[in-house]
Structures are given as C-alpha cells and as structure tokens.
C-alpha cells in the first residue's frame, strides 16, 4: 500500500470518528409504474459510519443579497452523506438511485439520488427526503385564513345647521 493511501485510512477514521454517524444502506428494487420500490433480497443490507452534510442557508444560496440578483431563484435543499468506498464494499456504482439510507440517530429516511465519486475514495451520495405515511399523517392539517376586516363605522349623522349658517 502507498504511503498515501496509507494517510488517507488515517485521516478518514478521524474524520468518521469526529463527525460520522452511523447510517444503514437498504438496497431497493425501483416499483413500476404503479407499484412502490420494494426491498431487494439480493443485496445486503449495510451498516455503517458517514458524515452526514446539510449546509447552512448561504452556503445553499437560500438568501442574502448576493443570491437574488435575478428576482427569484428557485431553493434546493441539497442534503448528502460522505462514506467510505470500503464501508460500502469498495464499488459505488452497487447502490443506485432508489436505494434507501436510514440516519439512525436522526430517525430519518433518505433516498439515493446521484453519487459523486471521488478520487480519494470518500464518495457523496446526494439524497432525496422520503416521507413516510405516518409522517403525512402527522402533518399539520391546513388552517382556513381568517380574514380580518377594519369594522365598517356607522352612517354619520347629517350635522344639523345652526341658524343664521
């Protein structure tokens, strides 16, 4: 093993050791078109320890002067995990879109959307939010609006003349 790669074990334990939490990959087979995605039997299920990434709005260009030059700009919230190719068998290209990543700690459900390789063997994986139907379920149910009006004043008397006006 080079004396690189040997630096990069290092620096990827410290890396996972300070900011990793631990995730499990659950390979799905995608549904038809009217059919949901359902578990695929033929790959395992995997435990593991990623960093998971959310920045903040300036980094996502949610606001400020500087991001709204154009008037509106549409607002992504892009959310990934930073993993290991071994803690994932060494091949990326194994876990495809549709595949599920659960936060453990966050009680959260993700859904691979791409994966950027990378050449120091830390590859993201770019997630999509599931929601689930409990979750939908639980949703705030939407208010009607009140509409609140100014109260409408009385008709004014007519102001009687003095005489001699």
């Known amino acids: ?19 990793g939490e631990p995730i499990e990959l ?22 593991a320890t990623a960093c998971f990434v959310r920045p903040g709005a300036k ?23 930073s993993i290991q190719d071994a803690q994932i068998g060494g091949n990326i290209f194994a876990w495809r879109q549709h595949d599920r990543i659960y936060v453990v700690e966050r009680d959260q459900w993700f859904e691979i959307n791409y994966i950027n390789p990378s050449a120091t063997g830390r590859p993201d994986m770019h ?6 139907d409990a979750e939908k379920l639980q949703a705030p149910v939407p208010q009607p609006t009140q509409q609140l009006h100014a109260p409408i004043p009385p008709p004014r008397t007519p102001r009687l003349r003095k005489v001699g006006e």
Request: no cysteine; charged share 20%; glycine share 10%.
């Open 59 to 81: 980094v996502i260009g949610e606001g400020g002067d500087a991001y709204s030059r154009a008037g509106a700009k549409q607002v992504e919230q892009e959310v990934w995990i």
């Open 1 to 19: 093993m080079s004396q690189w790669r040997l630096y990069e074990q290092i620096v990827d334990q410290m890396v996972d050791r300070q900011w």
């Open 127 to 132: 997630l999509l939010i599931v929601q689930s």
């Open 26 to 47: 659950h390979p799905m087979l995608p549904g038809g078109v009217t059919g949901d995605i359902q578990p695929d039997p033929a790959r395992p299920v995997i435990k």
